[in-house]
């Protein structure tokens, strides 16, 4: 197994020099950094997490608990967060587990901080058992709700900015596609600002204005989006709770013979790049994914830092215009 003193004679320097340029130091100039990572690299050189946090008491490792592998949303989100922490010399584990007992499995393996989400809640028990195991914990997405440190994007305000942008185009008959049978915390802050905007603007918002749903998946977008279009008195504009519910959204309406935004216009939820991409540019709400990772490793590194204050970040989102919606009556 190759070592750091390996390394470092290879490279003609010190021992504690190499030790702080594969953590990134900044006291190590980019010349002899660059040189080597190099020949670390060119040597199979694996970082030993147990031996480094016998010198530091920091092993440079971040656990998530991975709550979903069908949420394209989450997946860009930690891709995007994974590639920030590597590139600030952090690593990042994943664990499907169970969140007290993937953190447990963390704190065995001596990992710095834990990352969980928020779509769910965690009883009392559960709570004072992570709280037990000692480790900096942040959720992403439960600003208000969860007794840990917290990164969140203003939901609410997202989908306000969604009706507002409807509305301006003149739509009245707005729908939102979201709601889940099994209740989520992230997205029950959406359906009440829909609710609540809708209601501010005099604008129809009975029950039937929100589609029950098994999930937040594909199908649960294409079969939300038929029974909305062959209604008697279809919305002509929607709101989505996600990139997933979209992507099937797109596909019903097509498969009706219907068009985006001719016949229905659509924001969605979730800020990513791929909304770009999708067969009609979405319109789109929510913080960038670029902003919301930048933000929990902010957050984490401030947490390793100082595991003993309570942190709250709140992103505010913005509106993001493309083809996927037009005035109302365009095709009538």
């Known amino acids: 197994m190759v070592t750091i003193?390996?390394?470092?004679?290879?490279?003609g320097v010190s021992f504690s020099t190499v030790s702080k340029a594969l953590q990134n130091s900044p006291l190590v100039?980019?010349?002899?950094?660059q040189r080597?990572?190099?020949?670390?690299?060119e040597m199979g050189y694996e970082p030993n997490l147990a031996a480094r946090s016998l010198v530091s008491r920091k092993t440079g490792?971040?656990?998530?608990?991975?709550?979903?592998?069908e949420r394209g949303a989450l997946s860009a989100l930690l891709t995007e967060l994974h590639g920030r922490l590597e590139s600030e010399g952090?690593?990042?584990?994943?664990?499907?587990?169970?969140?007290e007992t993937a953190i447990q499995t963390f704190r065995r393996f001596r990992l710095d901080a834990v990352l969980m989400f928020g779509d769910r809640d965690l009883d009392e028990a559960r709570i004072a058992e992570i709280r037990r195991l000692q480790i900096p914990v942040l959720v992403y997405g439960a600003a208000g709700r969860a007794p840990f440190s917290t990164v969140d994007v203003n939901r609410g305000n997202a989908v306000r900015l969604a009706i507002d942008h409807l509305a301006e185009l003149g739509h009245r008959q707005i729908a939102y596609i979201g709601e889940p049978r099994t209740p989520d915390p992230l997205q029950t802050v959406k359906i009440d600002a829909f609710f609540g905007e809708m209601a501010r603007r005099g604008l129809p918002c009975g029950g039937?204005?929100?589609?029950?749903?098994?999930?937040?998946?594909?199908?649960?977008?294409?079969?939300?989006a038929r029974s909305l279009l062959q209604r008697d008195d279809p919305p002509t504009a929607v709101v989505t709770g996600g990139i997933d519910l979209t992507r099937g959204l797109l596909r019903a309406v097509r498969d009706l013979g219907r068009s985006v935004p001719d016949d229905l216009s659509v924001v969605s939820y979730d800020n990513l790049p791929q909304m770009e991409d999708?067969?009609?540019?979405?319109?789109?709400?929510?913080?960038?994914?670029?902003?919301?990772?930048?933000?929990?490793?902010?957050?984490?590194r401030e947490l390793v830092?100082?595991?003993?204050?309570?942190?709250?970040?709140?992103?505010?989102?913005?509106?993001?215009?493309?083809?996927?919606?037009?005035?109302?009556?365009?095709?009538?």
């Open 5 to 11: 003193k390996d390394i470092a004679r290879r490279a």
């Open 29 to 33: 100039r980019p010349s002899t950094k």
């Open 36 to 41: 080597v990572l190099a020949i670390a690299k």
């Open 61 to 69: 490792a971040i656990g998530a608990v991975w709550p979903s592998i």
């Open 90 to 99: 952090w690593t990042m584990l994943l664990s499907m587990s169970r969140p």
């Open 208 to 224: 039937e204005s929100v589609v029950p749903l098994d999930g937040l998946d594909f199908h649960d977008g294409y079969w939300a």
């Open 278 to 300: 999708l067969e009609v540019p979405m319109t789109a709400v929510g913080a960038p994914v670029s902003e919301i990772a930048a933000a929990i490793a902010r957050t984490i």
């Open 305 to 332: 830092g100082g595991p003993d204050t309570i942190r709250t970040v709140y992103l505010e989102p913005e509106l993001i215009v493309r083809k996927s919606t037009a005035k109302a009556g365009r095709a009538r």
